[in-house]
């Protein structure tokens, strides 16, 4: 799984003209999920994003999670993040196809709920319009596959 995870004063995606979900402080979270992912590797996700220590604490150092801020998180699917980009056109055969990603998308907002966390999120697979007022600006990337030894 990947993800691109912005720091956000505000953020919501929007499906057919309407708000599907919108939050205050906390992360925008781009979701991409790949064909061989599994739940471990939704858990291990959620976990290293919803522990991220990239909030500003009284000496304006990084070092508040979104939990000491309290933070939400707008989830977006994202197979594009999957993108093969050897060429003009990218290719996305490295993308789960919805039989895999969609429970995988799924299970991470649950595990972030479980964590006590307010999670929006977009439709998978809708054509969606986001909007985010970025904060720093802080975006990181994050890779499953990079965990993995």
Known sequence: MKAVVT????????IDGK??????????????VAQDDSEKEAELLAEK???????????G???LCLEAVGG???VV????LFADLKSRRPGFSGAGKPDVAIP??????????????TVQHGEFGADMKVVSEN???????????DWKK
């Open 61 to 63: 150092k990084m070092n």
């Open 135 to 145: 904060d720093g600006p802080v975006t990181l990337l994050f890779d499953t596959a």
């Open 104 to 117: 995988l998308y799924k299970r991470f907002i649950e595990l972030c709920q479980e964590r006590g966390f």
């Open 77 to 80: 699917s994202q197979f594009t």
């Open 7 to 14: 720091r956000v004063n505000s953020a919501s995606v929007e």
């Open 19 to 32: 708000i599907n979900g919108a939050i205050d402080k906390g992360f925008l979270v781009l979701l991409g």
């Open 72 to 74: 939400s998180l707008l």
């Open 49 to 59: 994003i919803c522990n991220c220590r990239v909030f500003s604490d009284e000496a």
